[in-house]
T-cell receptor, first 109, second 115 residues
Framework: GQNIDQPTEMTATEGAIVQINCTYQTSGFNGLFWYQQHAGEAPTFLSYNVLDGLEEKGRFSSFLSRSKGYSYLLLKELQMKDSASYLCAVSDSNYQLIWGAGTKLIIKP | GAVVSQHPSWVICKSGTSVKIECRSLDFQATTMFWYRQFPKQSLMLMATSNEGSKATYEQGVEKDKFLINHASLTLSTLTVTSAHPEDSSFYIC???????????FGEGSRLTVL
């Protein structure tokens, strides 16, 4: 079956760095997405990786290793507004998105 | 950037009534639109894939007669929750694939509360 695993909840301190991991097993791979979702709102796009390596975009970076079925989202200089759920999703061979359950990130002052 | 608009954002209805939610791609043509449902503290669940001009493809366990999807044009898809019940109360989100780039954009979501 298809499976996406990510931690349920993480806690970090304002100004620090946090890494949210995502492992996946899917039938085919056409890219991995990271989304941020604040409570009661729709997800917003953060990053898309289809090739191995690190993609940096401001305070957020995303890494992909296709051979390991592994990705992480790195958040630097954490701000209180970064408190949200972070969703990992993989596009499978049919270009359908398989979603992880999301990681709730709690930022403490 | 591309925008997907959902309407209404919030809707409260009585049990037994039907509710229609619209999903529009405002500045691009969407060959495919997706409808998701999200319960509190849970991830998005794909309900159906909607292709313009053809019948929607429903995920296993989703009742097609209860959740009617119409994708009449390249910029509009609608989800109608028929004979709504309190257990249908949820956050419904649509997304649309931009025809040219294939990139996926999300609507703002619609929160349905059935009394």
């Amino acid at each position: 079956g298809q499976n996406i695993d990510q931690p349920t909840e993480m806690t970090a301190t304002e100004g620090a760095i946090v890494q949210i991991n995502c492992t996946y097993q899917t039938s085919g791979f056409n890219g991995l997405f990271w989304y941020q979702q604040h409570a009661g709102e729709a997800p917003t796009f953060l990053s898309y990786n289809v090739l191995d390596g690190l993609e940096e975009k401001g305070r957020f970076s995303s890494f992909l290793s296709r051979s390991k079925g592994y990705s992480y989202l790195l958040l630097k200089e954490l701000q209180m507004k970064d408190s949200a759920s972070y969703l990992c999703a993989v596009s499978d061979s049919n270009y359908q998105l398989i979603w992880g359950a999301g990681t709730k990130l709690i930022i403490k002052p | 950037g591309a925008v997907v608009s959902q309407h209404p954002s919030w809707v409260i209805c009585k049990s037994g009534t039907s509710v229609k939610i619209e999903c529009r791609s405002l500045d691009f043509q969407a060959t495919t639109m997706f409808w998701y449902r999200q319960f509190p503290k849970q991830s998005l669940m794909l309900m159906a894939t909607s292709n313009e001009g053809s019948k929607a493809t429903y995920e296993q366990g989703v009742e097609k007669d209860k959740f009617l999807i119409n994708h009449a044009s390249l910029t509009l898809s609608t989800l109608t929750v028929t004979s709504a019940h309190p257990e249908d109360s949820s956050f419904y989100i649509c997304s649309a694939n931009q025809r040219e780039s294939g990139e996926l954009f999300f609507g703002e979501g619609s929160r349905l509360t059935v009394l």
